[in-house]
């Protein structure tokens, strides 16, 4: 159930380490529940098994990662119910996948070492022992000592800078153990607002500032208005070394993204939208199971794309929905919709770790249901006024989709009078345990007005003989990301063209087939393979050494091995020069496409 009540202050003290290891003293202060109590949280690896207590045996749970074990702490007596404990733990983080040890040659400046952790959903468990699941929230303190020529962050509330290159962090609001991120490096910052600053290697703090400057505050005073005050103080965003393999993470306070959003233009700057989203749903109200991620990930979509009416438009943002829902499109297609995973409500039996059933499910079929929510109410404003006091009934919160609905329908009685929850074929049961294509789909007809052109380019460059009086009376030098996005993918869909029309195209939109902006990128170097266009083979290879991103480096590699045999020693040939840049589960994700001996589960 939720979490209603967050524990006690944890205290975390890292100290100078060889590379590749780092030792910690770690305290826990939490009120002691007598052992008759449930002692097992779930998804935890972490119990307390007093003495005197054989009758409680080992937990019930199976690892599922060849990193962790479960920690039990036997007391010298029996506590009383409700007296304090600190719990001192001396350790060494070293290999486990939460945390990542980058050598100089994987950072953008190729200089220096650099440490990231990475603690969604269950690694954290690999950095400091901790309650490693999301319906358990505490506060938190840590001092962080690092070499000379080096900076120490976190995602925290406050910090300071002591002697002897040391490093005072506190969150002051409790988070779940997933949200505590750790980055030591050689980073500098810069203001971009009044309470935002970019972090990054000192190679790109000048793309990262003109990229951003004056960017995050607009999104937040929208944010703020739609859904209540930005509790957390600053908003900052560290731009990570390439291997970063995810698109951003929304560590409170600060967010981490990828380089990759440095397109030099400000044309994926939206993209950030969805990490500041995630300050009222996913870390102010919190998914108390991973098997429930749609909380996280469907609200924030929802909110993504609120903020982005409000500063962009409803056309351009419902153009962008329909991408997602062509994402979506794809995973469904490729999984089959009856697939156990593509519901809301997921059953992660134990043994499975949360990370192998993400896919876009929650995030897109969530979407879905929320906006199905709103569309149960008929007025925008009445909906935003329902979030606003949704965020603020659950805030510091981990919560269960029965308590997000309970709430929706104790909100809207007369909702709740008509029996809107059972509504044959749209019943709450059935978007929730039910797999398959959303019951419910939102209008996009807004998009239209962009996706029009867009799609009868696209004929047009499909045709056997191009009619080039009607294409170059296109002009695509106003179209946005999203647009070119668009237009690109039903390319994609179209191919592979007639001989010779991608290499005209090619030659015609440098804007495309050059850009620097990673989405435009990824989705040229698919039409490259899909249509064996071997003399810009090097772009894909380009694009894949220079950065590594789940979302881009996985599709072109299953891109590559389902093609040619040219295709095929591409992939091969790549991976083995950029393997090691790669974070460990990328690596062995494209282990399993490329069908490497040795690549693990």
Known sequence: GPARSPLAPVSLRCR???????????SWETPWTPPSLPRNIPSSDFSWIPQGRP?????????FASYGSALHIALPQAPRAG??????????????????WLSPEQTAGKQKPYMYTQGQAVLNRSFFPCFDTPSVKFTYSATVKVPEGFTAVMSATTWEKQKDNTFVFKMSQPIPSYLIALVVGD?????VGPRSRVWAEPCLIEAAKKEYDGVIEEFLVVGEKLFGPYVWGRYDILFMPPSFPFGGMENPCLTFVTPCLLAGDRSLVDVIIHEISHS????????ATWGEFWLNEGFTMYAQRRISTEVYGLPYTCLEAATGRALLRQHMDATGEEHPLNKLRVVIEPGVNPDDTYNETPYEKGYCFVSYLAHLVGNQSKFDAFLQAYVNRFKFQSITADDTLGFFLEYFPELKEKGVDSIPGFE?????????????????????QLMRPADELAELW???GLNMEAIEAVDITGWRTYQLV?????????????????KRLSKMYPKISKAQNAELRLRWCQIVLKNNLEAEYSKVKDFLHSQGKQKYTLPLYRAMWGGSEATRALAMETFSATAPQLHVNVQNYVKKILGLVGAEA
């Open 428 to 448: 709450f049961d059935r978007w929730l345990n039910t797999p398959g294509w959303p019951p419910y789909l939102p209008d996009l007809s807004p998009g239209q």
């Open 486 to 502: 668009y237009f690109l993918d039903q390319v994609l869909q179209k191919s592979p063209l007639p001989e010779g029309n991608v």
């Open 16 to 26: 100078d380490a060889a590379p590749g290891t780092g030792n910690g003293a770690w």
């Open 462 to 464: 499909a045709a056997d």
């Open 187 to 191: 980073i500098v910052s810069a203001d």
């Open 280 to 287: 009222w749903f996913g870390n102010l109200v919190t998914n």
């Open 55 to 63: 009758d409680l045996g080992d937990p019930p749970c199976r690892p």
């Open 83 to 100: 007296q304090l404990l600190t719990l001192l733990i001396d350790y060494e983080a070293g290999e486990g996948p939460g945390v990542c």
